[in-house]
């Protein structure tokens, strides 16, 4: 659970087949055009939340879909949502279709995973449907990530209220996927996919970053306090950045390797819409 030099530049390399994104925070809605009547603007953002157990965790995307309750226009939350509506409308967005590695998305970065306009009303659900190509690499072996059940989509139950109204019309969502989290691990090295998926937006939620040195010192941050547990896994720069955090006092644990001593740093605050930078961090053995 996941400073960016330039923040609408995106890198895409095409290999075997499939196509990985690496992609820094951007906003490419045209905000000078006009959103239909009856319709909405949709993006949604995929970024990681790391873990250090996997060189890489690829995961093949196919499509993504939206449930539009066309009766209700409020996108104020509801638990009582009626799923036999008439009036609940099923909308594709537009993505490019590939093998996503997730842990190129962490420490701030994410990529713009789908967009586009679809019915107005509140969302519902989101659907992402994957395809078989999806795989880890540990210690520079390659392993298939089979599905649980053998289920090909991930569904994301929503209440209503999460998306950002970042323009007339518009609408964005970021999608944490804590890696973490979402990968078993069982007997014989055979590792299954069991999505662990949050969703946030920025101005509604608290981040940390800094940079933590020396890089041979391989720190793994976890920020903690008594509801929650996000986790970091700094570049070779040093640098790592948490997105998504609730507002309240915080702890930072670098778990250091290589002889160096770990260390703790006490009542760190989080502001809702604030980034609290906690400068470098010299880790000494």
């Known amino acids: 659970m996941k400073s960016m030099r330039n923040l609408f530049k995106y890198v895409m390399i095409v290999a075997t087949g499939a196509i990985i994104f690496y992609a820094c925070s951007k906003d490419k809605s045209d905000n000078s055009s006009t959103v239909p009547p ?3 603007e949709l993006s949604l953002y995929l970024t990681d ?10 995961i093949d995307i196919k499509s993504v879909k939206v449930l539009v309750d066309t009766c209700d226009k ?4 509801r638990d009582d949502w009626d799923s036999t509506k008439k009036c609940n409308i099923w909308d594709s ?25 679809v019915s107005d009303g509140t969302i519902r659900k989101i659907v992402i449907t994957l395809g078989t190509n999806n795989s880890i690499v540990k210690d520079s072996v390659s392993y298939p990530l089979n599905l649980v059940n053998k289920q090909t989509s991930i569904t994301i139950r929503l209440y209503g209220h999460e998306w950002d109204n970042f323009s007339n019309g518009r609408y964005r969502l970021w999608l944490d996927f804590d890696c973490g989290r979402s990968i078993v691990r069982l ?22 970053k800094g940079i ?21 896994f700094p570049w070779r720069d040093g640098r790592y950045k948490v997105r998504g955090l609730d507002a309240g006092s915080y702890s930072v644990y ?6 160096y001593q770990d260390t703790t740093i006490n009542n760190i605050s989080v502001a809702i819409g604030r980034e609290t930078d906690l400068g470098t961090i010299t880790l000494h053995k």
């Open 93 to 117: 967005l537009n993505i490019a279709p590939g093998v996503y590695d997730l842990l190129t998305l962490r420490n701030g970065v994410d990529t713009l995973l789908g967009s586009g306009m």
């Open 38 to 40: 009856g319709k909405q």
């Open 74 to 77: 409020s996108r104020r939350r």
């Open 187 to 208: 007997r014989n090295n055979e590792f299954y996919l069991a999505p662990f998926i949050r969703a946030f937006i920025i101005k509604e939620s608290g981040s940390v």
């Open 49 to 58: 939340g790391p873990t250090d157990y996997f060189d890489k965790v690829l």
């Open 254 to 259: 670098i778990n250091a390797g290589n002889g």
């Open 212 to 232: 933590v040195k020396p890089a041979d010192a391989y720190p793994i941050i976890s920020i903690y306090n008594a509801t929650d547990t996000a986790y970091a």
